[in-house]
T-cell receptor
Framework: GAVVSQHPSWVICKSGTSVKIECRSL??????MFWYRQFPKQSLMLMAT?????????EQGVEKDKFLINHASLTLSTLTVTSAHPEDSSFYIC????????????FGQGTRLTVV | GENVEQHPSTLSVQEGDSAVIKCTYS??????FPWYKQELGKRPQLIID?????GEKKDQRIAVTLNKTAKHFSLHITETQPEDSAVYFC??????????FGTGTSLTVIP
């Protein structure tokens, strides 16, 4: 099946710094990637839809300037958490859609962000 | 946007028994309904899906049913095994974009 790789798997950063998370589709081209946030024992909350070559579409309540998304190529989307605060600590997961495969999207392994 | 509700939030069954998880959705335009299994600290894995033109789909011990009129769909796991223990998420989507997830069901299969 299609493989989506996310990096890093775990990151700890200080308050006020920025953190970049990468999401790569390894064996297919993904014109659309999705970014989710997951709190402990809770569901995946869609944050934004990332389209290659165009601006991301953010869900209501998600700050565009706080969570910068760049989808510069067909295999890479990045999420940058800017000026991170402890409340941004969470599990961030990306997924990518393989259009040739009629079975939805495939997920990265997730990034656990801890802001101290 | 789409609103997906999922019940129950926790479910314990004896090994060998069946488990049923139910979801409802709000947007009648949604036409793709995948189910994911997520083990602790790992990525969600697609286990089965169904499209709106189908009422039921089965894959070995797992089956999914869809009632478009009532806007609800269910996951059925038969002959449960301890390795089925995980969190299960349903999702609704329009043409495979913008997946909206249910709140999750933590399934425990007791040996």
């Amino acid at each position: 099946g299609a493989v989506v790789s996310q990096h890093p798997s775990w990151v700890i950063c200080k308050s006020g710094t920025s953190v970049k998370i990468e999401c790569r589709s390894l064996d297919f081209q993904a014109t659309t990637m999705f970014w989710y946030r997951q709190f402990p024992k809770q569901s995946l909350m869609l944050m934004a839809t990332s389209n290659e070559g165009s601006k991301a579409t953010y869900e209501q309540g998600v700050e565009k300037d706080k969570f910068l998304i760049n989808h510069a190529s067909l295999t890479l989307s990045t999420l940058t958490v800017t000026s991170a605060h402890p409340e941004d600590s969470s599990f961030y997961i990306c997924s990518a859609r393989e259009h040739r495969v009629p079975r939805g999207a495939f997920f990265g392994q997730g990034t656990r962000l801890t802001v101290v | 946007g789409e609103n997906v509700e999922q019940h129950p939030s926790t479910l314990s069954v004896q090994e060998g028994d069946s488990a049923v998880i139910k979801c409802t959705y709000s947007d009648s335009a949604s036409n793709y309904f995948p189910w994911y299994k997520q083990e602790l600290g790992k990525r969600p894995q697609l286990i089965i899906d169904i499209r709106s033109n189908v009422g039921e789909k089965k894959d070995q011990r797992i089956a999914v049913t869809l009632n478009k009129t009532a806007k609800h769909f269910s996951l059925h796991i038969t002959e449960t095994q301890p390795e089925d223990s995980a969190v299960y998420f349903c999702a609704a989507s329009l043409t495979g974009n913008q997946f909206y997830f249910g709140t999750g069901t933590s399934l425990t299969v007791i040996p």
